[in-house]
C-alpha cells in the first residue's frame, strides 16, 4: 500500500492525513481558524514541499510553505504575492497553487481573486504578475460570480513549458502558447445560459477543468451548466453531460493513469445547490463522456446535503487511484481502488474548500 499524504484546506483551517500500511492518521489543524483555500504538493524536489494559500481573518492572506511534511512552515518575510502598486488592486485570496511540471521545475502558478495569474520562479517562495493577462483588452468586461472574481484553475502542458490554461470566473478559459505573454479565449463551444448570447467569446463560467493522463490535448471541464470535453487543447469543446442526473456542478477531475477516466459531482441546480436527487454519488466516465456510472459502495444511501466545491475532489497519483472529497457538511470520503468503494475519514470537519493528495517516495 503505497504511503499517500493528504491534505484538506478547510474554513478553519488544514488538515493533514497519511495512508500507512496500518490505515489513515489524521492530524491538524495547521493555520488554526484561517480559511485555507489552496493547497499544492509538489513533488518535484527531493522532498515533496508543501504550498498553502491560508486567510487569516486579521492578518488577510499569505502563501506558506513546508518542506518537512508540515512538521514546520514557513512565511516568506514580504507578501509571496502582491499586487503592484500601479494595477491599484489588492489580494483578497489565493484559489490556486499549481507547480507546472518537470519541464519548469521550479515554476509554481498561483491564481488569484482579484482574477490574475502569477508566476513564481523560485519553488513558490514569490510571485510576479503576469501583466498580458492582467492587462487583457477583455478584462473590463469581466463579471464576477457568485464566488467572487478569480483565477481558479491553471494546467501546464508537461510537453511544453509555454503552454498554459487558466480558467477565470466569469470570464471563460484563455490559453497562452508563448509563456503568458498573450492570451487567447477558447471557450467555443461552451455555453452561457444565464447571457443574453449563450456562446460568447467569453464570459462563460467554468468551475473547473481537469487534463486527461492520456492525451495532454484532452480537457474536460465542469461549466456552469454543462460538462464538456476538448480534444485539441481547449479550442473547442464537446458537451459530453448525457448520462448525468445534472450537469451543473462544481468539480472534476482526471484519473492520474488511465486514458478517458474523469470524475465529477453532479448537483441539483444552481438554485438548489445540493448533491443531484439528494445523493452523494460521484460519477465516472471511462470513454471519455461517452457513458457515465454512478459509484456509491460506502458512500451515505440516504438524503444527503453536502455540496462538494471545484478544488474539493482530487486523485493522488497511485495505481489503482486513490480518488477522495469533503464537502461543505464537513465530511472527508476516500477510495483505493479507482473510485469503486469508499470510506468516511472524517466529519464534522469545518466546511471543506480544497483537497490534494500525493504518493510519497
Known sequence: MND???????RKGLFLGRRRVGGWELDGPHFNAQ??????IDTRRPAPRLLVGADSAHWGPSVFHSDDLGATWTEPAKPAVKFPKDTGASLERVWQLHPAGPVAPDVVYAGTEPAALFRSED???TFELVRPLWEHPTRSQWVPGGGGEAVHTVITDQRDADSVTVAVSTAGVFRSRDGGASWTPSNQGVSAVFLPDPHPEFGQCVHKIAQDAGNPDRLYLQNHWGVYRSDDAGAHWT????GLPSDFGFTVTAHPHRADVAY???INADADRVPAGRRCRVYRTDDAGSSWEPLAAGLPDGDHYGTVLRDAMCTDGADPAGVYFGNRNGELYA???DGDSWQQLASHLPDVLCVRAAVLG
Open 35 to 40: 480559511a485555507v483555500y489552496s493547497i499544492g
Open 4 to 10: 499517500v499524504l493528504l491534505a484538506v484546506g478547510t
Open 335 to 337: 477510495s483505493a481502488d
Open 264 to 266: 465529477v459531482f453532479p
Open 239 to 242: 458537451d459530453i453531460g448525457e
Open 123 to 125: 519553488a513558490g517562495e
